[in-house]
């Protein structure tokens, strides 16, 4: 039992020796890294060719070395909570989360580029969801979100659209440049296409997961309008309006026209435009 014991301390106290030499890597790492400050008053870095928080920055360094993925494993590259998220959740906290408990097909969502993905994911035979939002609804969106946690986080930070828009264009919001973010899974879908999910199902399955997955449906469920994320955030902060075209409530036409020609520049030959709604 003594010895049972004992080996069971050692283990402990080389494991967590094992993380303090990591967190001391990595605080290393970030110090150096080019910064600037994010639309939420927080700082984004820039790592691997994309701008991201600190608090990613562990979790994609730690399951870009770990991670095995499954053939029948999917991750969305469209977060959503009830998703084990890669970065922020699983290997944040901890460089060896067990996943061997997660019921099959398992699922994983990422904000992670894909060309900072680890190579156990791009060489496997498990698929990956990317739905992507036109740029100008996304903006205001991403504007509405980040002003919302700047309150949260500091009450004298603030940030106006024309701002927000400056940092859009070049390219500095969490995990961008959005072109870069966007493009990266694109092309792989067009020359690896068997890397993307297609679900065809009948029109009845069909209507019933609209349903269920509708702004509103979602907007009113009780864990959406009072429960909150890990990070303290309320989850309502997700649910704003939901509808296309509001951007025109906020871009000055100078403004919606800059981004169309910046949209129109990055996404030039790729065989994806986007319109303005």
């Given at each position: 039992?003594?010895k049972?014991?004992?080996?069971?301390?050692?283990?402990?106290?080389?494991?967590?020796?094992?993380?303090?030499e990591?967190?001391?890597?990595?605080?290393?790492?970030?110090?150096?890294?080019?910064?600037?400050?994010?639309?939420?008053?927080?700082?984004?870095?820039?790592?691997?060719?994309?701008?991201?928080?600190?608090?990613?920055?562990?979790?994609?360094?730690?399951?870009?070395?770990?991670?095995?993925?499954?053939?029948?494993?999917?991750?969305?590259?469209?977060?959503?909570?009830?998703?084990?998220?890669?970065?922020f959740?699983l290997?944040?906290?901890?460089p060896?989360?067990?996943?061997?408990?997660?019921?099959?097909?398992?699922?994983?969502?990422?904000?992670?580029?894909?060309?900072?993905?680890?190579?156990?994911?791009?060489?496997?035979?498990?698929?990956?969801?990317?739905?992507?939002?036109?740029?100008?609804?996304?903006?205001?969106?991403?504007?509405?979100?980040s002003?919302?946690?700047?309150?949260?986080?500091?009450?004298?930070?603030?940030?106006?659209?024309?701002?927000?828009?400056?940092?859009?264009?070049?390219?500095?919001?969490?995990?961008?440049?959005?072109?870069?973010?966007?493009?990266?899974?694109?092309?792989?879908?067009?020359?690896?296409?068997?890397?993307?999910?297609?679900?065809?199902?009948?029109?009845?399955?069909?209507?019933?997961?609209?349903?269920?997955?509708?702004?509103?449906?979602?907007?009113?469920?009780?864990?959406?309008?009072t429960?909150?994320?890990?990070?303290?955030?309320?989850?309502?902060?997700?649910?704003?309006?939901?509808?296309?075209?509001?951007?025109?409530?906020?871009?000055?036409p100078?403004?919606?026209?800059?981004?169309?020609k910046?949209?129109?520049?990055?996404?030039?030959?790729?065989?994806?435009?986007?319109?303005?709604?």
């Open positions: 039992m003594e049972t014991e004992t080996e069971n301390k050692r283990k402990c106290t080389a494991e967590n020796e094992k993380i303090a990591h967190e001391n890597q990595l605080e290393l790492l970030i110090r150096n890294l080019p910064k600037e400050r994010h639309c939420d008053g927080t700082y984004l870095y820039f790592y691997q060719g994309f701008w991201c928080p600190s608090r990613a920055i562990s979790g994609i360094t730690v399951f870009q070395q770990h991670f095995q993925p499954q053939e029948t494993d999917l991750i969305l590259a469209t977060p959503h909570e009830l998703v084990p998220f890669l970065e959740g290997y944040h906290n901890n060896s989360p067990d996943l061997e408990g997660i019921p099959k097909p398992r699922i994983f969502s990422t904000h992670t580029p894909y060309t900072a993905l680890p190579t156990s994911i791009i060489d496997s035979k498990c698929r990956v969801v990317y739905i992507c939002r036109n740029p100008w609804d996304q903006l205001v969106s991403f504007w509405h979100f002003t919302s946690a700047a309150r949260r986080w500091s009450a004298e930070y603030s940030i106006s659209l024309d701002e927000t828009l400056d940092m859009f264009c070049r390219g500095v919001i969490s995990f961008g440049p959005f072109w870069d973010h966007v493009l990266g899974y694109w092309k792989v879908s067009q020359g690896m296409p068997n890397k993307g999910v297609v679900l065809e199902r009948g029109g009845v399955v069909v209507e019933e997961v609209s349903r269920l997955c509708s702004f509103e449906n979602l907007k009113e469920l009780e864990v959406n309008k429960g909150k994320l890990s990070s303290g955030r309320d989850k309502s902060a997700f649910f704003r309006k939901a509808e296309v075209g509001d951007w025109s409530n906020y871009l000055t100078p403004m919606a026209e800059k981004m169309k910046l949209i129109q520049e990055k996404f030039e030959g790729s065989g994806l435009m986007f319109k303005m709604p």
